[in-house]
């Protein structure tokens, strides 16, 4: 099974409002990803999780933080956003054994809309 | 630091007709590259990747990407379109970071548009 899921689908907010993101995976995978896809635009790194514990922080704004919980759940916690914050949220996962070559296999994203 | 670029935002076929997608990168070291697919409304579906070995890496879905050093390139084929096909396609190449963790690059996209 490789899968990863993401909930909710779709997040409408408000400036004042705080929300979370919700990605899970059950491949045993050691390394989770956030990326931000912007409309027609690829998607762009934000965090690094590996082993539990966050590695890589791409200069992200402190109003998304991210918490992993275990090693088959990562949330993005979602506080006083912009509307410029509004696109596609991708997790993405990875074995974290094989360094460089390893593939990283993403869920279906969340499509967030801040107003 | 590690780059790819895609040539075309949009490419257009008939139905039955060969796909190709371009992919040229910038690499310091030996690269790692990727192609992923994104239908409209969800996420990103890894179609194959080359990391050493044979430079003919074969995919899903009857798609194949051949590996050339010498013109720094990875593009994307396939000998018949089909409808189904009709995606975003996404070059990527892995970059390294500190500590041995690893970045995804993604060029900027293609758009295939499949007429029947």
């Known amino acids: 099974d490789t899968e990863v899921t993401q909930t909710p689908k779709h997040l409408v907010m408000g400036m004042t409002n705080k929300k979370s993101l919700k990605c899970e995976q059950h491949?045993?995978?050691?390394?989770m990803y956030w990326y931000k896809q912007k409309a027609k635009k690829p998607p762009e790194l934000m965090f690094v999780?590996?082993?539990?514990?966050?590695?890589i922080n791409e200069s992200v704004p402190s109003r998304f933080s991210p918490e992993c919980p275990n090693s088959s759940l990562l949330n993005l916690h979602l506080h006083a956003l912009q509307p410029e914050d509004s696109a596609l949220y991708l997790c993405?996962?990875?074995?974290?054994?094989?360094?460089?070559?390893?593939?990283?296999?993403f869920g279906p994203g969340t499509r967030l809309l801040v107003l | 630091a590690q780059s790819v670029t895609q040539l075309g935002s949009h490419v257009s076929v008939s139905e039955g007709a060969l796909v190709l997608l371009r992919c040229n990168y910038s690499?310091?070291?030996?690269?790692?590259l990727f192609w992923y697919v994104q239908y409209p409304n969800q996420g990103l579906q890894l179609l194959l990747k080359?990391?050493?070995?044979?430079?003919l890496v074969k995919g899903i879905n009857g798609f194949e990407a051949e590996f050339k050093k010498s013109e720094t390139s990875f593009h994307l084929t396939k000998p018949s379109a089909h409808m189904s096909d009709a995606a975003e396609y996404f070059c990527?190449?892995?970059?390294?970071?500190?500590?041995?963790?690893?970045?995804?690059?993604f060029g900027t996209g293609t758009r295939l548009l499949v007429s029947p």
């Open positions: 993405a996962s990875s074995p974290r054994t094989s360094g460089s070559q390893e593939t990283q296999y």
């Open positions: 491949m045993g995978h050691r390394a």
């Open positions: 999780y590996s082993y539990e514990k966050l590695s």
């Open positions: 690499s310091s070291v030996p690269p790692y």
């Open positions: 080359y990391t050493t070995g044979a430079t």
């Open positions: 990527a190449i892995s970059q390294p970071m500190n500590t041995g963790f690893q970045k995804l690059v």
